[in-house]
């Protein structure tokens, strides 16, 4: 496995655990995450500190799981296809996913996440 592929899915696994710590090391502290949407969780969120903020209260406002199984990579990005389930106030999808990753040095400095059906995940968050 390319090792920018390990990388990546270490935080996928540290994310699945609550471990924000493990998340926090593997980004650039000016990395940026651009989400797609347009719900309070779109946009962009620049900075290895704001993005660990963005993930808490993503994980806080709902019970996400979001199992990887597509990863393809070279020696500039890492592409992961993803399917997920968001559980909140009696709501559920289920959401088939994409993030693309720009590795640099071992690190994350830069993500493109979305899905499929960016509008069932504005209504989701509605």
Known sequence: MHPDA???LTGFQAFAEGDMDT????FHDDAVWHSAGRNQWSGDHKGADAIIEFFAGIAGAAKITNEP???????DHVVVLTKGTLEREGKTLESDGFYIFHVTDGKVAEVWAGSYDPY???EFWA
């Open 6 to 8: 390990q990388t990546v």
């Open 69 to 75: 199984h597509g990863v393809l990579a070279d020696d």
């Open 23 to 26: 998340m926090r090391g593997l």
């Open 120 to 122: 069932a995940g504005d």
